[in-house]
């Protein structure tokens, strides 16, 4: 006959408490988890669920909840969750800068959507790009492996007392740098053919003055910018894959 005991149930809660802290905040803060269109009580049931799978491998953890330990060690699920969270966010926001160059010099920069993700407006170029990146990440299982190496993060990083690491900080820190550097290699070709057009027009409209430049500049950028930006497609499949590869790589080194 199945008893319920009062007290295993507190333990099992008690177990459960540690690792839900470090799972609701990456599926809170983590690409396609964080978008404003999925429920809270989603993100809820998927932490529970994924809870419940992962506290039967684990230790158990003999630290009180109301105390100072407890403070700690729960303040540093949440801080693990988000570094996790903020990593996976780098590469969206990498191509979601590549967008915005290349909406830019296209002259589309005035064209604005709502991003559910972001949770901002952005150029129309950035918010194609950045859905194209959504459905990249899924067709590589991105999710999936997200989940993994979160289950991993409790071997590398156990629900014990530590101390944070400077040099995972700093690398934290300067692993944002992928920002900038893959967003220009992104961009770079179309910025770069679109400003070499430029700069022809200008120097056509001093060889021939009568021409208006406005007429023509605007026109000949929006295409030629277009036909760039369907040409870029065909290499952006591999260049996001390779994003994630650096991705995965540094959580582990984080």
Request: aromatic share 12%; proline share 4%.
């Amino acid at each position: 006959m199945l008893k319920f005991i009062t007290a295993d149930f507190y333990y099992y809660i008690h177990q459960a408490f540690w690792p839900f802290l470090r799972i609701i905040t990456l599926l809170s803060l983590a690409p396609l988890f964080s978008d404003k269109g999925i429920n809270s009580k989603i993100k809820i049931g998927l932490s529970i669920s994924i809870t419940w799978l992962i506290v039967p491998t684990l230790p158990s953890v003999e630290v009180d909840i109301i105390s100072f330990n407890g403070l700690w060690l729960g303040g540093l699920q949440l801080f693990i969750g988000m570094a996790m969270a903020l990593t996976m966010q780098l590469i969206f926001v990498a191509v979601r800068h590549a967008g915005e160059l290349i909406g830019l010099q296209m002259g589309l920069s005035f064209a604005t959507f709502y991003d559910h993700s972001g949770g901002q407006n952005m150029p129309v170029v950035a918010r194609i790009l950045n859905l194209l990146a959504i459905l990249l990440f899924l067709s590589f299982n991105g999710h999936l492996l997200l989940i993994e190496a979160l289950a991993v993060s409790f071997d590398i990083l156990p629900l014990q007392l530590l101390s944070l690491s400077g040099e995972g900080i700093m690398m934290l820190v300067k692993f944002s740098d992928i920002i900038f550097l893959a967003g220009i290699k992104l961009a770079l070709p179309v910025v770069s053919l679109l400003l070499c057009i430029n700069l022809s027009l200008g120097l056509v409209n001093r060889l021939i003055p009568p021409l208006s430049i406005f007429v023509v500049g605007f026109p000949l950028s929006l295409s030629i910018g277009m036909l760039m930006l369907s040409m870029l497609l065909y290499s952006f499949a591999p260049f996001f894959e390779q994003l994630l590869t650096e991705i995965f790589s540094s959580l582990s080194s984080l």
